[in-house]
């Protein structure tokens, strides 16, 4: 009886601490990237489109946690339906994956209306998955 009780308590704490953890962890608006850039043949530079959060903030945020080889990518936030808003270009590979970089848009980022992340290759053909939030 004591040993179930033991087993019921355990479950409910690891129950408890998988939703804090994963609660704590997620951004608004973050969707996931698979592009690929450089080389040649079938590319895709561009992430899907997201609603950024109107919530102020004036940064995009890029994350990659995957690279097909030791070449990097370069990637900026657009504006979707005004290209000539756009945040700071960053670099991302596999030196910094996992790391969180944040980029200031050039002007006031509108909350409520539409962002794409546009990737370029550094050198030679990269595929490249991560995180971004606009």
């Given at each position: 009886?004591?040993?179930n009780k033991m ?8 129950a408890?601490m998988c939703?804090?953890s994963?609660?704590a962890t997620?951004?608004a ?7 690929t850039?450089?080389?040649s043949g079938t590319?895709?530079?561009l992430?899907m489109k997201e ?7 004036q ?8 690279f ?16 000539t808003?756009?945040s700071?270009r960053?670099?991302l590979s596999?030196?910094?994956a ?9 002007r006031?980022a509108d909350?409520g209306?539409y962002?794409?992340m546009?990737?370029?290759a ?5 595929n490249?998955k991560g995180n971004?939030?606009?």
């Amino acid at each position: 009886m004591l040993r179930n009780k033991m087993k019921k308590m355990a479950c409910v704490a690891l129950a408890s601490m998988c939703l804090a953890s994963t609660g704590a962890t997620a951004f608004a608006g973050t969707i996931p990237f698979n592009v690929t850039v450089g080389g040649s043949g079938t590319q895709d530079p561009l992430s899907m489109k997201e609603i950024k959060t109107a919530d102020g903030d004036q940064y995009a945020y890029f994350t990659g946690t995957w690279f097909s080889n030791t070449n990097g990518i370069y990637v900026r936030s657009y504006k979707k339906s005004d290209t000539t808003l756009y945040s700071s270009r960053t670099y991302l590979s596999s030196g910094n994956a996992g790391s969180t970089i944040k980029c200031r848009y050039n002007r006031n980022a509108d909350g409520g209306e539409y962002y794409f992340m546009k990737a370029t290759a550094a050198s030679g053909k990269v595929n490249a998955k991560g995180n971004y939030c606009p």
